[in-house]
């Protein structure tokens, strides 16, 4: 058990729609990052977020984006959902430089 | 960019016996090491780390071991059981704020009884 929660933990969309993920941060760690694990891959490194502010980003498409909200607590916005995009979507958190706790996840499925 | 190659993709032994994965990776400059479990249906899980200050690290059944010169760090599981069968992910990163975690693609343990 990390601490971490995200929800929902499995949805469907279809192509072309916008989804919003959500994670709550392990108490006490300011810095939360996404990840993206297509089936039978490693996580991908989406983006991180530090007191508010996104300080580092993956090779991902500006149309995902996300929030950090001064509880710590964390967004993951995806529009135009395209069906690649199905995968499943970590969030993870920790302090500054510390070790990295990851969620359960997210599973997107776009139809 | 960094690019992280794990080795094998597979790997299948009996209860009792020794697992060893590899990873390698490309720049220089990362200095931090984890190594993640993922069971099924769950998030990956920190399972053991280590930093390039550091050529050998243990904790109980697990150890890592890290060659900077050859860019290269393996997971050594001892005394395998069966509970130890998951999807085992080597990365690297340079630790420090805004900086991620390269993910190498995964090796699937299964230890049988």
């Known amino acids: 058990e990390t601490g971490v929660t995200q929800s929902p933990t499995h949805l469907i969309k279809t192509r072309g729609q916008q989804v919003t993920l959500r994670c709550s941060s392990q108490?006490?760690?300011?810095?939360v990052s996404w990840y993206q694990q297509a089936l039978g891959q490693g996580p991908q490194f989406i983006f991180q977020?530090?007191?508010?502010?996104?300080?580092g980003r993956g090779n991902f498409p500006p149309r995902f984006s996300g929030l950090q909200f001064p509880n710590y607590s964390s967004e993951l916005n995806v529009n135009a959902l395209e069906l690649d995009d199905s995968a499943l979507y970590l969030c993870?958190?920790?302090?500054?430089?510390?070790?990295?706790?990851f969620g359960e996840g997210s599973r997107l499925t776009v139809l | 960019g960094e690019n992280v190659e794990q080795h094998p993709s597979t790997l299948s032994v009996q209860e009792g016996d020794s697992a060893v994965i590899k990873c390698t990776y490309s720049?220089?400059?990362?200095?931090?090491f984890p190594w993640y479990k993922q069971e099924l249906g769950k998030g990956p899980q920190l399972i053991i780390d280590?930093?390039?200050?550091?050529g050998e690290k243990k904790d109980q059944r697990i150890a890592v071991t890290l060659n900077k010169t050859a860019k290269h760090f393996s997971l050594h599981i001892t005394e395998t059981q069966p509970e130890d069968s998951a999807v085992y992910f080597c990365?690297?990163?340079?630790?420090?704020?805004?900086?991620?975690?390269?993910f190498g693609k995964g090796t699937t343990l299964s230890v049988s009884s």
């Open positions: 977020y530090y007191r508010e502010e996104e300080n």
């Open positions: 993870a958190s920790k302090l500054s430089v510390g070790e990295l706790f």
């Open positions: 990365a690297a990163s340079m630790h420090q704020a805004g900086t991620a975690l390269i």
């Open positions: 108490s006490g760690h300011n810095t």
């Open positions: 720049d220089s400059a990362s200095n931090y």
């Open positions: 280590i930093r390039s200050n550091v």
